[in-house]
């Protein structure tokens, strides 16, 4: 008598279209682009999308975590090398980004921010590690900006859409990626305190640099930004891998990091030894401010990132409770569930429509637009990467025991989740950030508030919220103890106002509800039962064609 017949399994949800499942992520993509590119935008990301959703993509997301980059010091003559080899399946998945325009459409094109964040989206839910390589390319862009003949040597090669892999010299590539070195050990989120040191050389803007780096990202890449001290002080430096000449430069990979997740991604720790050539990117002593833009892009990315995890860890959940039966009917059917998966659908949804506004504010050239950015950029980074976790974890757990198991891609979800957080500064750095705004950028306040207020009077929990915030800004004395509670404020405030204005009436009645107007549990699924819940998971969960 067979006793292995397989039923009440779910399909694995694969060969769909990542971007057409997706509602919330398409309405955004129409509120903001330009409407006569708004059907070539559609195109362009359904193709993506369901390059996101086939086998062959998941299965190289699979292959590249599963066989981890490996460090070749020295070839087997003995000749000091410092490569990384990785798995096909990571070249594969780079090779699909870079020509998609993940690297380069952002500052090149109509709509480009727009376009870009939404292509990130869709395609990192096929592989989260790669596209570490990819953000740090794209944000090498604007900082270059910098030095218009390094600016020009370079940006070409990072906004070009071939993947052309490799150590060779600039001038033989038909396409570069992009690197940042900026923390050290001694010093870590504190850069000031870097030690590495650079020496001018004869030719003007060339120095010797000697150091460590703690945490270099990506080491195969082409070129590196990275901070080290000048005679003047904190000063931004271009480092490439390979010389003009074609000669290597002297970039000491001394080990691979063995990270919680992130697998199929090399992060390192590098030395410069005294002979490593780079060139200054703006003046000696103005580091920071020289390389804030591409901070600022790579946060942004961090958004995009756990908004893309978190799209894909309730897509998973919600297609399981679909196919699943239990207790004698569909999983999506009960009322319990149906509840966890509303409350995840309301996080998903609200980071959708908070990163496609930052994305259109990129876009803009107006100062009101810059300065919202400002400060939403940081409040952003801060909130949604820290919900990601908890979204990934309760998607978990909605598969069950198989949610625990490596075949389901649920556990390498939850792997990725913490990392957007931790990078490009943890929680309390960003917070930081935010009180240094608040205290010192009224400008950049008032546009922020501005956009808040759009949604006045369209809630009696918004306004309640709205009304208690501004009185908690008013009082600035001790700020920086209560900064992370300030910034979730924000955060939701600013999600809340999105989603009155454009979501659906079920989906912002309860995220207000819940989130601003406390009458939510502890947990994921402690929703009011009087609210549209069916509406919510009906909106976000993907049907496969």
Known sequence: MPTHDVT??????????????????????????????????????????RAAGSAEAQRWGEQANTSEPQLRTHDRYGHRIDEVEFHPAWHQLL???????????????MNGHLRRAAGFMVWSQAEYGHGCPVSMTHAAVPALQADPALAAQWVPLLTSRSYDPGLRAP??????????????????????????????????????????????????????????????????????????????????????????????????????????WAQRLGPEGR???????????????????????????????????????????????????????????????????TALRLAAAFDSATPEERDFRRLAVAVSKYWITKRCPAVAAEALECLGGNGYVEESGMPRLFRESPLNSVWEGSGSVNALDVVRVLTREPQVVDAFLAELR????????????????????????????????????????????????????????????????????????????????????????????
């Open 95 to 109: 090779d699909r980004a870079v020509s998609a325009g993940l690297t380069g459409d952002a500052w090149n094109r």
């Open 287 to 353: 580091g920071v401010p020289t390389i804030i833009e591409m901070v600022a892009a790579t946060r942004m990315d961090c958004v995009l990132g756990s908004t893309s995890l978190m799209r894909q860890a309730l897509a998973q959940a919600s297609h399981h409770a679909a196919h699943r039966s239990a207790f004698g009917g569909p999983l999506l059917e009960k009322p319990l569930m149906r509840n966890v998966l509303a409350d995840l659908s309301l996080e998903s949804e609200a980071a959708t429509v």
């Open 454 to 545: 759009l949604a006045e009077g369209a809630d009696p929990h918004f306004d309640a919220a709205l009304k208690e915030l501004l009185t908690e800004l008013a009082d600035q004395e001790g700020l920086e103890a209560r900064a992370r509670r300030t910034v979730e404020r924000l955060a939701l405030l600013l999600q809340a106002s999105l989603l009155l204005r454009h979501a659906p009436a079920a989906v912002a009645d309860a995220f207000c509800v819940s989130r601003l107007g406390r009458d939510w549990g502890a947990t994921f699924g402690t929703l009011p039962a009087r609210l549209d819940l069916g509406a919510i998971v009906d909106r976000s969960t993907p049907v496969i064609s």
């Open 171 to 276: 001038g033989d590539k038909r396409g570069a990626l992009a690197g940042m070195g900026m923390t050290e050990k001694q010093g870590g989120s504190d850069v000031r305190a870097n030690t590495t040191a650079a020496v001018p050389l004869a030719a003007d803007g060339e120095y010797a640099l000697t150091g460590h780096k703690w945490f270099c990202s990506a080491p195969m890449s082409d070129v590196f930004l990275v901070l080290a001290q000048a005679p003047g002080g904190l000063t931004c430096f271009v480092l490439p891998r390979v010389l003009p000449d074609g000669t290597r430069n002297a970039f000491r990979i001394q080990r691979l990091k063995d990270k919680l997740g992130n697998r199929s991604n090399a992060s390192s720790e590098v030395e410069f030894d005294g002979t490593t």
């Open 8 to 49: 009440n399994q779910p399909p694995p949800l694969v060969d769909y279209d990542v971007y057409a499942a997706d509602t919330a992520l398409r309405e955004g993509v129409a509120r903001y682009a330009t409407p006569k590119r708004l059907g070539e935008i559609d195109a362009e990301l359904s193709v993506l999308g």
